[in-house]
């Protein structure tokens, strides 16, 4: 996504928008993404059962890997296309 291709474009739902900081944009993804999204796939995480994140060290954690963008990477054009709808969780 930040090397290789000269376009990227991300297409996002407006429930994925926080009103806050970045720590309020990672909550969001611990309280409302992960748990549900953990139950779908039936991984064994202890938030797929409790509906709660407990930054877990479950072989099956859903959330892995957190990036930030600070600026558009130099080689690659990045385009946010938000959609005025909810979509996924
Ligand atoms: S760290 Fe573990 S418990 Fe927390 S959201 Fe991720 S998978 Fe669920």
């Known amino acids: 996504m930040f090397f290789g291709p000269k376009k990227v474009i991300v297409v996002a739902g407006r429930n994925k928008l926080v009103d806050g900081d970045i720590d309020a944009a990672v909550k969001r993804i611990k309280d409302w993404a992960s748990p549900p999204n953990a139950r779908r796939l039936n991984y064994n995480t202890p938030c797929s059962k409790t509906g709660f994140c407990s930054d877990c060290n479950s072989p099956d954690r859903i959330c892995r890997i957190t990036t930030v963008i600070d600026r558009k990477p130099r080689l690659t054009d ?5 959609v005025n709808e909810d979509l996924g969780l």
Not at 78 to 82: K, P
């Open 78 to 82: 990045v385009r946010v296309l938000v």
